[in-house]
């Protein structure tokens, strides 16, 4: 079983939508959770951290459910430069240092 | 910008070869980590470096090495390349100690086994 999974996609939305993602992880030790977003041939970037109480940064919120292991974000009013690879992320907790673990990626797609 | 820089920005090799890879931190940063992305996957932990020491490893074979410098940057060495090495190596600074610290990116090396 992978350590963080999430639904690949793609999503295709129109404009202006609400798109939300999913994720699960399995180590019941790692602490901090992460989105960062990934652009076509780019490195990925920290699009927020993720905490129990829950977290908004303008049109993104992100969740965290610590007895599900269960991840979201949620993306309101969708733009066309949301398009991008959305990669949920763990702090590892069964390996030395600070290693972060990502899932594969779920690929957004918003049109006109 | 994140101030982490990484060269080349892309190699081509054949199998069997060696390459080096190589991260500049961010200023302040003291911890570099590497991670492999093959296509269509996410990043993979390879290994993290800590004030010059290795400070965790992921599941790679020993022909993947590394090392860190006083400056705190680092290199990626891998030997006798296969061609399932090909991928986008990327790596990460952050100021260690931290737990939560944040990661940054440098923009990664493509590289191509042939």
């Known amino acids: 079983r992978k350590e963080v999974e999430q639904d690949p996609g793609p999503f295709n939305v129109p404009e202006g939508a609400t798109v939300a993602f999913n994720c699960t992880y399995s180590n019941s030790a790692s602490q901090s959770f992460f989105w960062y977003r990934q652009d076509c041939r780019k490195e990925p970037k920290l699009l927020m951290s993720?905490?129990?109480s829950g977290n908004e940064d303008g049109r993104f919120t992100a969740q965290l459910n610590r007895a599900s292991q269960y991840i979201s974000l949620l993306i309101r009013d969708s733009k066309l430069s949301d398009s991008a690879t959305y990669l949920c992320?763990?702090?590892?907790?069964?390996?030395?240092?600070?290693?972060?673990?990502f899932g594969k990626g779920t690929t957004l797609s918003v049109s006109s | 910008e994140t101030g982490v820089t990484q060269s080349p920005t892309h190699l081509i090799k054949t199998r069997g070869q060696q390459v080096t890879l190589r991260c500049s931190s961010q200023s302040g940063h003291n911890t570099v980590s590497w991670y492999q992305q093959a296509l269509g996957q996410g990043p993979q932990f390879i290994f993290q470096y800590y004030r010059e020491e290795e400070n965790g490893r992921g599941n790679f074979p020993p022909r993947f090495s590394g090392l860190q410098f006083p400056n705190y940057s680092s290199e990626l060495n891998v030997n006798a390349l296969e061609l399932d090495d090909s991928a986008l190596y990327l790596c990460a600074s952050s100021h260690g100690g931290a737990y939560q610290e944040t990661q940054y990116f440098g923009p990664g090396t493509r590289l191509l086994v042939l």
């Open positions: 992320v763990a702090l590892g907790g069964n390996q030395a240092g600070t290693a972060l673990i």
């Open positions: 993720v905490y129990s």
